[in-house]
């Protein structure tokens, strides 16, 4: 697991980015932290973690120790690796704390020299996309680490986000799940229209964000609390339950559910359900990060076990 460096103490201006991405502070930070006595970091309910940039390979199916059978999406990782650790200091004096990835390799000529530049400092290769993750103060990442499918444990939640796929101009049943007019009498080829959208004289318009047809998809969605099913660190494929949006090969961004994993945690810690702060057969997660160093040290796939109770069994 990697250990926890110090950064260095300044006295940031109000407003102002600090990017700590020099490879060669954070190896010799790395090395020093080795050879002193602090523990390596753990996962506190507290804190949270960095995500991941993946690719949707597509669906598939899967089949549990009952024989139930488990639709799952395939998310793959290529070469996700941190580039930055970003801290902001907002005009109230609070911190704002991040980690940047980039993922997918591409060729140096189609990137931008002021890219080149940035990854160059970084030590890693030029990616296609670069985003960054809202972290807590101890859940920075050095840079230039090479993250793993493994950042994620089977059995643990978490949410996708993607731009969805977009179905043009859709009417308002299709867009808004309207009910339409009457299907035989008193109504004339008028089916499937929105009907009456506006008022009398007062106030004589459309109110704004009147459900409409429209424009629908093509924009940033988050699918909330879908499960690992299955981690394979060999080829950095992640399985989870359920559909993610975006089309096939589209870069999603993974990252701990929100609900279900940061706020239940802290919830539950908050009240002293400390058999509840993960969910079950979750005993931690990889803190900072799952690099592929750990991936190494862990069977190639892992799968989540199945439910106790099989769903073919009825309920007395």
């Keep these: 697991m990697l250990r926890l460096w110090k950064l260095k103490q300044h006295l940031p201006l109000p407003g102002s980015r600090h990017i700590h991405s020099t490879v060669s502070n954070n190896a010799a930070a790395a090395g020093s932290s080795s050879a002193s006595s602090e523990v390596a970091p753990k996962w506190t309910p507290n804190s949270i973690r960095t995500g991941l940039i993946a690719r949707k390979r597509g669906m598939t199916a899967m ?90 444990v089977p059995g643990q939640f978490v949410d996708v986000i993607s731009k969805s796929i977009g179905k043009g101009f859709q009417g308002t049943m299709k867009r808004w799940n309207f009910k339409g007019l009457r299907a035989s009498h008193g109504v004339s080829v008028s089916h499937r229209s929105a009907g009456a959208i506006g008022a009398h004289q007062d106030p004589g318009r459309v109110w704004p964000g009147k459900k409409m047809a429209g424009r629908m998809g093509g924009e940033r969605t988050t699918t909330q609390n879908l499960t690992v099913v299955r981690v394979d660190t060999s080829l950095d494929l992640i399985f989870v339950k359920g559909c993610v949006p975006g089309v096939d090969d589209a870069f999603v961004m993974i990252r701990d559910a929100k609900k279900k994993m940061n706020q239940e945690a802290q919830a539950n810690h908050a009240q002293g359900n400390f058999h509840k702060i993960l969910p079950k057969n979750v005993d931690g997660l990889p803190f900072p990060a799952g690099t592929v160093e750990l991936a190494k040290q862990l069977p190639p796939v892992i799968v989540a076990p199945s439910k106790r109770r099989s769903p073919f069994v009825p309920i007395e």
């Design 63 to 152: 089949w549990d120790d009952h024989g139930a059978r488990v639709p799952v999406t395939v998310l793959q990782v290529e070469n996700c690796q941190v580039t930055a650790n970003i801290k902001t200091v907002r005009p109230d004096q609070t911190e704002y704390h991040a980690v940047q990835v980039a993922a997918s390799d591409r060729p140096a000529k189609t990137t931008t020299a002021q890219m080149l530049g940035h990854f160059r400092k970084a030590g890693v290769a030029p990616k296609r996309i670069v985003k960054e993750f809202p972290v807590t103060p101890d859940a920075h990442v050095p840079v230039g680490t090479t993250l793993s499918a493994i950042h994620f």
